[in-house]
């Protein structure tokens, strides 16, 4: 098997770790201090309480590296429309794309059946752009829960989770998904083919869109957040008007909003990502995360009064750190 992570930094890197380790044809596309890094040293991976260094295939240039049977993007999502070209080499008819994004993707209502079935978000992908360049035909849908950080240019460190959901957008357990998942369970991760990817995909969304936001305005921890009872109110407040959103473009949830902030604050102390990317002087991934369920929260017609506020405060906040990407 055939696979190029295109964005090899913290979760790009960890895949492409594993799955090489564990036998598969695997080429990283990263840049800068990290590329000369894995380039000079391998990629070194701490994690379980072992530390591992893998020599893989690195570049900079897609045109390098040929077709691939699947090509892992793990850039931000915010960054999907400046990587669309550079990604088409890599691409053969049957070549399968596994978006590692947070948030709403591009291709959320393709093959959703319904009224609003191939619908293009406007927040998320504006021109079209990731449509038409990275075709939702093309695309295995990707939940990612792992915690992973590049603790300095070519050392990855790995906290958290080993899981990842898999999904068809059509429901459909295809060959393709069911080969990916294989490997990646080969590669010791747990990593099922889910039929209702999309609720697997809120469930994790629940808690970005509203956790994320509040911990970015006030720089607290996800403990804190969920422990304060002001900002536990103003969470669960956003929890239940995307989940009337989301049940009305019919998705069910397997948990009450009550049991994922309980989860979420046995998390404990943890510093969430757009809160770090705001420290480190990164774009912020907002529109994913919450401008896009606004967006559908138009689209179906219901009000979202915290989440408006919210948007607003945290686009402005990101704003006035240079770090809004539009």
Same mark, same amino acid.
């Given at each position: 098997? /055939? $696979? ?14 594993? @799955?090489? @380790? ?25 994690? *379980? ?15 390098? $590296? ?22 088409? %080499? ?15 993707? +591009?291709?959320?209502?393709? /093959?959703?059946?319904?009224?609003? *079935? ?5 927040? $998320? ?20 829960? %792992? ?5 300095? %240019? ?46 697997? &995909? +809120?469930? /994790? &969304?629940?808690?970005? @869109? ?14 804190? $957040? ?22 009305? &473009? ?20 943890? /510093? ?32 979202? %009064? ?6 607003? &405060? ?13």
């Amino acid at each position: 098997m /055939k $696979v190029c992570v295109y964005g090899a930094g913290a979760i790009g890197g960890f895949i492409g770790a594993r @799955l090489a @380790l564990a036998g598969e044809d695997v080429t990283l596309i990263a840049r800068g201090p990290h590329l000369k890094a894995m380039r000079q040293n391998g990629l070194k991976l701490i994690s *379980e309480g072992k530390t591992e260094v893998v020599r893989l295939r690195c570049t900079d240039d897609a045109r390098e $590296v040929g077709a691939q049977d699947y090509v892992i993007l793990s850039v931000k999502a915010h960054a999907l429309r400046s990587i669309a070209d550079s990604v088409q %080499p890599l691409l053969a008819d049957h070549t399968a794309l596994v978006p590692t994004i947070n948030g709403v993707p +591009w291709w959320y209502f393709y /093959k959703a059946g319904g009224p609003y *079935e191939n619908t293009r978000l406007k927040s $998320v992908d504006p021109d079209g752009t990731l449509w038409e360049k990275l075709p939702p035909a093309r695309v295995i849908g990707c939940i990612v829960y %792992p915690a992973v950080d590049v603790v300095e %240019p070519g050392v990855l460190e790995h906290t958290y989770s080993n899981r990842f959901d898999l999904g068809e957008p059509d429901g459909s357990k295809s060959e393709r998904a069911q080969a990916f998942s294989q490997a990646m369970i080969k590669a010791g991760f747990r990593c099922p083919v889910r039929p209702r990817i999309r609720e697997n &995909l +809120w469930v /994790k &969304l629940w808690g970005n @869109l509203s956790f994320n936001m509040i911990c970015s305005l006030t720089t607290a921890t996800l403990d804190v $957040v969920t422990g304060d009872t002001g900002t536990r109110a103003a969470s669960r407040t956003m929890m239940l008007e995307a989940q009337a959103v989301a049940e009305k &473009l019919g998705v069910t949830f397997p948990l009450d909003v009550d049991e994922r902030i309980k989860g979420a604050h046995e998390v404990g102390a943890h /510093k969430l990502s757009t809160l770090v990317d705001l420290e480190r002087g990164r774009p912020m991934e907002i529109e994913p995360l919450l401008g896009a369920v606004v967006e559908m929260g138009r689209l179906v017609d219901l009000p979202m %009064p915290a989440c408006d506020i919210v948007l607003a &405060l945290v686009r402005q906040r990101a704003r006035v750190a240079g770090l809004y990407p539009g």
